[in-house]
């Protein structure tokens, strides 16, 4: 199994995913943009997906979000749901954790200017990932998204933050909000909205995540305090290594797959 | 796909798995032991396996619990722990909707005495499936459980209940409570902890279901309010369909597979 745990982009994961599948391997990428690649480029997931069928080698792209609290554990709980006929999830997430690459990137540590042009051209991208774990869900309910409306604004700092790897500044962004809401036959089927902040508990926003199925028998699950993006990601990464290897060839996603467990020390 | 929905009993039930797996379907079965027959009989759990993989058909036992609510929803928590020490679920469930048979064998409506005596006699069984549940968990983490403990207690009416299909006098057992604990290197490693009443609300217990993972990375799953019994099993199973007709011939369990999900019907 090679893991490749480099950028969000499945561009720029694309050509280190088909040297390893070349060599014969199984692969496991922490890419967002991997976790269902169909959603960024057909042809490239198409190319690997049947160039992974051809060695006999599995390709999953997976970790917390997407790979988990978006879709598998969201999955799993349409288990016991007679029906589905919507679906929301909220996601509190302290952010505090990540590098100061990453937090730039997602918009943390701009001022609001800043974060406004960044935002239109592109280079603050908030959370990557919603569309991929809205396409894994709705693709295994049969369900066909019309299209995925999305919102971003910013949360600017009311006092400065000292998170592990940035020092955020009174009045500059020390997070953001996201709603991205998929639509079926002209309504909301899937809402995500998803709050990080380098302290969330600092605004009255610990961290959690909630789950609520809507339909004939309503369900809610809730993950509080919520999963931690450091160690859930690593978590879900490494506890894929068994299903990878045991997975049918091609590109798959998490919906095809069993639970990610760790196996004990002794089993491996 | 046959649906087979009669007793809880693997010995009961094996003939009719047997007329099925010959006749090439695959078997979806709701007996609490079906959910992983070798805690039962290992030899009727092997030959049923071995007779499954020569049909090319494939066998599951699943409803809410187990198929679920121990199991299912507990491997898909673990995905996100970096590794797990010990596990603890407690269910507390509203039996109100259960049919009289049904709850006289778990154990509501007796009379302390009558209670005492059939729980000796095994007539009274509590909930089924504990020790499924634990082995499904324990086996897809790699973990060798040396013993499972197990207590029950009936808990008695302080008024009288009208069930949907029992009326409970007051000083006969409403409800029961039961504690499974699987033994690892002498200490417990997952335990169970079920509260079932036919109106757990009454005596300050509203229906919840909840999984602690505990490790390095401690993790707190709820889903509140609990799990329906009826509508969660009859959903778990009717979502299964597409996965066992999916699924590698045997008999397989909730492990094994990837969740279960209502296919919408224009795709059906």
């Not at 305090?225 to 060839?249: K, T």
């Amino acid at each position: 199994v090679v893991i490749i745990a480099t950028t969000s982009f499945l561009s720029e994961v694309a050509p280190d995913i088909r040297t390893a599948v070349e060599a014969g391997s199984n692969v496991l990428c922490s890419a967002e943009e991997a976790a269902y690649p169909w959603a960024v480029n057909e042809s490239v997931a198409n190319e690997l997906d049947q160039l992974a069928r051809q060695h006999g080698v599995s390709i999953l792209g997976c970790g917390l979000n997407p790979g988990f609290a978006f879709d598998a554990l969201v999955l799993t709980a349409c288990g016991a749901a007679w029906d589905v006929s919507s679906i929301r999830v909220e996601r509190v997430v302290d952010l505090g954790g990540f590098g100061q690459t990453v937090l730039k990137r997602i918009g943390v540590g701009h001022t609001a200017q800043q974060y406004e042009a960044n935002r239109r051209n592109g280079t603050i991208t908030g959370h990557i990932g919603f569309p991929q774990s809205m396409s894994v869900v709705a693709g295994r309910l049969g369900i066909n998204l019309e299209r995925i409306d999305r919102e971003m604004s910013p949360l600017i700092a009311g006092r400065d933050y000292e998170a592990r790897h940035l020092t955020v500044k009174t009045g500059t962004t020390a997070g953001f909000e996201q709603r991205y809401v998929g639509i079926v036959a002209g309504r909301p089927w899937f809402e995500c909205a998803f709050l990080g902040h380098v302290d969330p508990a600092s605004i009255g926003k610990p961290p959690r995540d909630e789950i609520w199925i809507r339909g004939s028998t309503p369900l809610h699950f809730a993950v509080i305090p919520g999963l931690n993006p450091q160690s859930g990601a690593s978590a879900i990464i490494a506890n894929s290594v068994q299903r990878i290897v045991e997975a049918p060839p091609g590109w798959v996603t998490v919906a095809d797959l069993p639970p990610a467990v760790a196996t004990s020390r002794t089993a491996v």
